[in-house]
Structures are given as structure tokens and as C-alpha cells.
């Protein structure tokens, strides 16, 4: 029975390796592509834009990875993000407190909302996909109704801008890179260090591989879940906070497509959607091969309907990709 149980362990770890050097093939190979295809795209401007661009998505399916790894699906993530942004917009504009309490309450709502959806998955047993698509359309709904469906600015507090569009490397190097990129970067260290080296990470894939011997071993599978949930849902309430700053305003009707791409970014980079298997790396070259993609469709003047078209067959791709590993497996 341990011989199996190895030799099981030793699949999925050599599949997730395997995915791992494709998708990081893949984006070598875009790359190459776009480079002689257009003289603008490989240029130091645009890939920093690139990466500018990659920062909010990325950390939205930095969070994404989580849930996905257990088996579970939050749709949320998108509108949690925009709520988040809300919320800071009015701690810091409408109630003119300093900008870190603005920057804490957007991550605390986004925590409060991924407890939330927990709560809703793991106590009253509400499949994740209805907890979060109910909990996508109460955060829509809630920053509409808070901001008065119009753009809270953040002209009066200069400073919040810097946190996205700011560069510490300009200042350090000579290099302006900047902050969200070096935010994203951080923050994707911190989750493969959460995932790979911490108990939440070891319950993670228990979870996502059998949660119900999981339980029988004694875990508390529902306070795992639920922590689960909240650490996403602090990722998308810090996403917020990118995104904010990158525009100097709270768009309340932003956020709905945002948690497909960042699912599109998980699965490209070889998460399991049957949960059990995935790594932060795969995430983030997930994240970077749609920012290339739709990068490089851009300065190759594909219209925005086409580009929406191949994108969502790279998905088909991606996703079919996981079903033949998991046959295989």
C-alpha cells in the first residue's frame, strides 16, 4: 500500500513538472514569436508594461491557486477586488483617514468577504461554484450601492498612486520598474513559501487529493477550507488595492471577467482543477503567458473581438491539457 501511495506521489509530481516546462515553453516560444514579428515588442517599455499589466491579474490568480488546489472554485475573486477597492476609497476619501488604514480595510474586505464564501462552502455545504457566484453578485451589487455608481478619485491623496505606478528601483538603480510589478513578485514568493513550506499548504493538497480521508484523520476540514477562502480573498482585496492605484480611482463597474482570467491563469499553468496538484511557479507563468498573449495580439493589430476568441481557446487548450494528465495519472 506505501509502494502505491509513492509511486502515485511520484506521478503527480513528475505530471506537475512536466506541465510546469511546457507552459514555461510556451512562453518562451510567444515570445519568440511576437519578437520577430513586430520590432515593437521586444522593447524595454513594453515589457514593463507587460509585467505592469500581469501585476493585478497575477496576484488575483496568486489567490485563485489556492482554492483550485483544494478542489473548489471561487468566482468571486473579480468583484471581491472591486469591492476591496471601494471600501479603501472610502476610508481614505469619503473619511479622510491616512492611507494605510485605507490599504488595511480594502485587504480586510477582501479577507471578510473570502471568509465569507467559507463559511458558505464549508458549513452549509453550498457548492462553491453557487457560494461564489452569489457572493460575486452581492459584492457587484454592494460597491454600486456605496460608491453611487460612480468612480470614487483619489486626487487628493497623491501618494496612494505610488503604490502601483511608484518606483523604488529608480531611486536604488537607476531601473524604474514599477512597485506593483515588484509587489506582484513579492507576493508570489510569500504564497510559494505558504504553500510548499507551511501547514496551510500541507492541508491545502489534503484537501484537494481526498478531503474526506482528510477528515478521518482527524484535520478540521472546515476550518482549513474556510482559511483557505480568506487567504484568497485577501489576495483579491490587495489586487484591489493595485488596481486602484494603477487608475488613482475605485471603479465600481470593474471587476467581472477578471476572475476568468485569473482561472485561465491558474489552469495554464498546470493547477488541477479536480484539486490536489499545483504550484505558485505554474501560476505565475500562467499570468505572464496571457499578459504576453494578449500583448503581442495587440501590437499585431488583431481586432479586440479575435483577440477574446484565441485567448479563450488557449483556455480550451489549457484545460483539456489538465483532463489528459489527470487520464494518464
Known sequence: MKVAITTNKQIHIKSGVLQQLLAFASLI???LVFTLSSDNFFQFDNIIGIL?????????ALGSTFVIITGGIDL?????????????????????LPIPFGVAGGVI???????ISGLAVAKMKIPPFIATLAMMMITKGLSLVISGTKPIYFDETPAFAQISMGSITKSLFGVEIPNAVLLFFG?????GLLLANTIIGRYNFALGSNEEATRLSGVNVNFWKITIYTITGAFSGIAGILMASRLNSAQPALGSGYELEAIAAVVIGGTSLSGGQGTILGTVIGALIMSVLTNGLRILS???EWQTVIIGLVVIGAVYSDILRRRKG
Open 29 to 31: 516560444a510567444l515570445v
Open 52 to 60: 505592469l499589466s500581469t501585476a493585478v491579474i497575477g496576484v488575483l
Open 76 to 96: 468571486a475573486v473579480g468583484t471581491v477586488m472591486t469591492f476591496s477597492s471601494v471600501m479603501a476609497g472610502v476610508i481614505i476619501t469619503f473619511w479622510g
Open 109 to 115: 474586505t477582501g479577507a471578510l468577504c473570502g471568509a
Open 187 to 191: 507576493l508570489a514568493i510569500i504564497a
Open 302 to 304: 488583431v481586432p479586440q
